[in-house]
């Protein structure tokens, strides 16, 4: 990864490994503070099987009363449409609000703010490519004051989660104590020798109560709803409430838990187990809530229960067993591909083409690196951090090779500069055969010279090749030989063109080696006078475009054929004609390959992992197969011209 190209992956966080969930049957701990139903409970041999809701570290999560699970809630304010500025001063007012309604604000205010520091930041480096500044004018001169505000306000909201979690937890030590306080109460109307119907209303207002108290700490909250309910088991069997009341309540539950059996059997079809597990929990809190059934049938519903909950255990068991096992893959892999990266020796590239070779490696290995899953959490950080060091060293060496190569350019602005003044000095000459070779000989030079800084090649090129042309076009206008064949080529021009037109196109394979038979007849039928020569290779053009779409010739060829009958039209004003032509094209190509690696570096930085990263992907393969289609074509008109020189 180029350090002026790599913003993203250098900035985010590593990979995260999927989290582990489980869910259990064993009873689960009162975290709301519920009562059970008001009917005769249970005996204390039906245990109530729940579902904990499923956490990266196997614990039950226990969510304040009355508060709506995260991912029902959404933010009133569209942060992504505000700048750093207005994200603070949002953060500001949400910091002042209550903890559990401003948590999921102050979470998306610190992940906007942070995306567009980021996309700031990727910015100014983008602007400095382009500019060939150095990266040094990344560093900022002072402090960002808009981040050390937002650090300021999320610490100062973190000190007051700390404080309401604090709160909380004396809130449930409080709710502990009333609740012993009422079980006191209730099992001594139990014990009471007087009748216990008399208490069915007092019972029932300690029921209330006991609703009306919130959640305790968990590890009490188990053993203290087996007492609760225990006490109220007792307390309705010592009321012996109307049998048929009873019966016809036990059968509703039965009803009700048979279909929860039912969907939690439907769940070992889900593909997802990860879904199946959280569907599972609820189906637990809803088995929780319903009532007792009949004595004979509390085992064997319960058992049923128990038996379709183990086997989702087991199936989430299997799979997160088969994740570890292909986070260790990923993790041999990445291993392997960071060592790849080492072997690679920047101190023993020293041209530009073997650091070209070994960018197209590092790419590459980047792009089979973005292909790796998650590896264990426990080492993604370490396999990270090594993988991005081995990059940024190979392209902290490939800068700074670049900076040497930048000194040796400057100095042949200097070599380029004495050509320009030599040029100048002949271009008045009426010498014209030994300026011409002068001139010649300087060409010569001037490409043996190497490459300039592009803020000075056009500069420098269009002044040399002023002074050569100037000279040139003297001698043309002071030469006044082949007059009488140029008009002899006229006529033999025309007469092909009217053959072009009148091609019979029946036979494709034998028109076309027709075709190609006339234009190379016309490219050699020699020079034509100036005056006409538009006219005439309009007309020739005109011709041969006709029967190209007749023979569905594609367009890089018929390019490549009209660069051919204009290289003939080059080569009648010398070899300095041809040498700038063959010039331009080579920094039209090196411009092309230029664009073609920075569209495959930045490839390297996007993951095809989302839709959209997808689409830009393959929008950037596209570019760079025309940019590719393009140099192809320049290599074949290079050649062309050099077989000329």
Not at 101 to 122: G, M, P, T
Not at 303 to 323: G, W
Not at 584 to 612: D, P, Q
Not at 624 to 644: A, W
Request: charged share 35%; with cysteine; proline share 4%.
């Amino acid at each position: 990864m180029d350090p002026l190209e790599l913003s993203k992956e250098m900035t985010s966080a590593p990979e995260e490994t999927v989290k582990e969930t489980q869910v259990t049957s064993q009873p689960q701990p009162e975290a709301t503070g519920d009562a059970p139903r008001e009917t005769p409970a249970d005996t204390p041999s039906e245990a109530q099987p729940a579902a904990p809701a499923p956490q990266p570290d196997g614990q039950v999560e226990v969510l304040p009363d009355n508060e709506p699970a995260a991912a029902e809630k959404k933010p009133a304010t569209d942060y992504a449409s505000l700048d750093r500025a207005a994200l603070v001063e949002a953060l500001r007012e949400a910091v002042n609000r209550e903890v559990q309604e401003a948590k999921e604000d102050v979470e998306l205010i610190k992940q906007y703010f942070y995306k567009k520091l980021n996309q700031e930041l990727e910015e100014k480096r983008k602007a400095l490519a382009e500019e060939d500044a150095d990266e040094a004018a990344l560093t900022p001169e002072k402090k960002d004051e808009l981040e050390a505000t937002l650090k300021s306000l999320l610490s100062d909201f973190r000190a007051k989660k700390a404080a309401y979690a604090a709160r909380l937890e004396q809130e449930r030590e409080n709710n502990l104590l009333q609740k012993q306080h009422l079980l006191e109460q209730m099992n001594a109307l139990t014990e009471s020798t007087d009748d216990a119907t008399g208490h069915i209303s007092e019972f029932k207002d300690m029921q209330q109560q006991w609703k009306a108290i919130g959640p305790v700490p968990a590890p009490m909250a188990n053993d203290l709803w087996k007492q609760y309910n225990a006490v109220q088991e007792k307390f309705w069997d010592l009321v012996k409430i109307n049998n048929e009341l009873r019966e016809y309540d036990f059968k509703k539950n039965l009803e009700t838990k048979v279909k929860l059996c039912e969907a939690a059997e439907k769940l070992l079809e889900e593909a997802d187990i990860v879904a199946a597990a959280r569907r599972l929990q609820k189906l637990h809190e809803e088995w929780r809530e319903v009532g007792p059934v009949a004595r004979e049938m509390r085992e064997e519903i319960w058992s049923r229960f128990k038996k379709a909950t183990a086997e989702i255990n087991k199936k989430q068991q299997s799979y997160f067993d088969a994740l570890h096992q292909n986070e260790e893959e990923n993790l041999a892999k990445k291993e392997a591909l960071c060592e790849k990266l080492e072997a690679i020796r920047p101190d023993e590239l020293k041209t530009y083409a073997a650091w070209d070779t070994a960018s197209q490696t590092v790419k590459g290995l980047q792009e089979e690196w973005r292909a790796i899953g998650f590896g264990p959490r426990k080492s993604n950080q370490q396999v990270f951090e090594r993988y991005r060091k081995a990059c940024d060293e190979f392209f902290a060496k490939k800068m700074a090779f670049y900076k040497t190569q930048k000194a040796e350019t400057q100095a042949n602005v200097d070599k380029k500069r004495a050509l320009c003044e030599q040029a100048e000095a002949l271009k008045d000459s009426t010498d014209w055969k030994a300026t011409t070779d002068k001139l010649i000989a300087l060409q010569s030079e001037w490409k043996q010279v190497g490459p300039v800084p592009r803020r000075h090649s056009e500069e420098l090129w269009k002044r040399f090749s002023t002074a050569c042309d100037y000279f040139f076009e003297q001698k043309h206008k002071n030469t006044s030989i082949q007059r009488s064949e140029e008009q002899e080529n006229l006529k033999k021009k025309k007469e092909i063109i009217a053959q072009i037109d009148a091609l019979d196109t029946t036979d494709a394979p034998k028109a076309h080696a027709a075709l190609k038979q006339l234009i190379e007849d016309f490219r050699n039928a020699g020079h034509v006078p100036f005056k006409d020569k538009d006219k005439v290779y309009k007309a020739y053009r005109a011709a041969i475009d006709k029967q190209f779409d007749a023979l569905n010739i594609d367009a890089s060829n018929r390019r490549l054929e009209t660069f051919r009958s204009n290289l003939e039209d080059m080569t009648i004003q010398g070899e300095q004609k041809l040498h700038r032509e063959r010039d331009k094209m080579v920094r039209a190509y090196e411009h092309l390959k230029a664009e073609i690696a920075t569209y495959e570096n930045n490839m390297g930085f996007l993951s095809a992992s989302s839709k959209k990263g997808n689409s830009i992907l393959k929008e950037m393969e596209r570019k760079i197969e025309g940019l590719k289609e393009e140099c192809r074509l320049l290599e074949q008109k290079i050649n062309l011209i050099e077989d000329k020189l």
